[in-house]
Antibody, heavy 120, light 105 residues
Framework: EVQLVESGGGLVKPGGSLRLSCAAS????????MNWVRQAPGKGLEWVSS????????YYADSVKGRFTISRDNAKNSLYLQMNSLRAEDTAVYYC?????????????WGQGTLVTVSS | EIVLTQSPATLSLSPGERATLSCRAS??????LAWYQQKPGQAPRLLIY???NRATGIPARFSGSGSGTDFTLTISSLEPEDFAVYYC???????FGQGTKVEIK
């Protein structure tokens, strides 16, 4: 069974940093591109970042470019999101999501999310 | 940047009725369009990918159609568990539409 479990969320002050993790199991992690998607309270879904299976290709939404860094450790079946210079508008539930295949774009499995709150 | 516009924002229907949800792209996305369902407090669930392919385990009452800029998600006969928010998503920058809420009338 495919499982994605996020961790690392919490309360942080504006300008602070946080590192999210996503532990993957039940599939060959090293064969899939992975993504972070967020959802502000009461709002819609916003794609944040993606990373290819071998970390060769990395993309970011304009809203987080230069502040967030996505990475992965295939030996540990883990995905990460380093978030720096956090703003109030980064407050959201952050989901880890697997892409359906190496060259696909849709997300066939999602974690349950971890809440990040940026507030003084 | 390609923008996805979903309509209507809210759809009020009764169980057993047919639901028709629209997603329009600001420029062609070919058939690279996916649909998701999200219930309160839950992660989204993939329903449809490549405009018309049902994901694993999705009931046949869900169907997708369209190509280019205009897409439709149809729920042929609403079950109680289908009342939720639905999002479309396209390939370029993985952007999502703003969502359509299907609520009980």
């Amino acid at each position: 069974e495919v499982q994605l479990v996020e961790s690392g969320g919490g309360l942080v002050k504006p300008g602070g940093s946080l590192r999210l993790s996503c532990a993957a199991s039940g599939f060959t992690f090293s064969s899939y591109s992975m993504n972070w998607v967020r959802q502000a309270p009461g709002k819609g879904l916003e794609w944040v970042s993606s990373i290819s299976s071998s970390s060769s290709y990395i993309y970011y939404a304009d809203s987080v470019k230069g502040r967030f860094t996505i990475s992965r450790d295939n030996a540990k079946n883990s995905l990460y999101l380093q978030m720096n210079s956090l703003r109030a508008e980064d407050t959201a539930v952050y989901y880890c999501a697997r892409e359906g295949g190496e060259y696909s774009y849709y997300f066939d499995y999602w974690g349950q999310g971890t809440l990040v709150t940026v507030s003084s | 940047e390609i923008v996805l516009t979903q309509s209507p924002a809210t759809l009020s229907l009764s169980p057993g009725e047919r639901a028709t949800l629209s997603c329009r792209a600001s420029q062609s996305v070919s058939s690279y369009l996916a649909w998701y369902q999200q219930k309160p407090g839950q992660a989204p669930r993939l329903l449809i990918y490549d405009a018309s392919n049902r994901a694993t385990g999705i009931p046949a009452r869900f169907s997708g159609s369209g190509s280019g800029t205009d897409f439709t998600l149809t729920i042929s006969s609403l079950e109680p568990e289908d009342f939720a928010v639905y999002y479309c998503q396209q390939r370029s920058k993985r952007t999502f539409g703003q969502g359509t809420k299907v609520e009980i009338k």
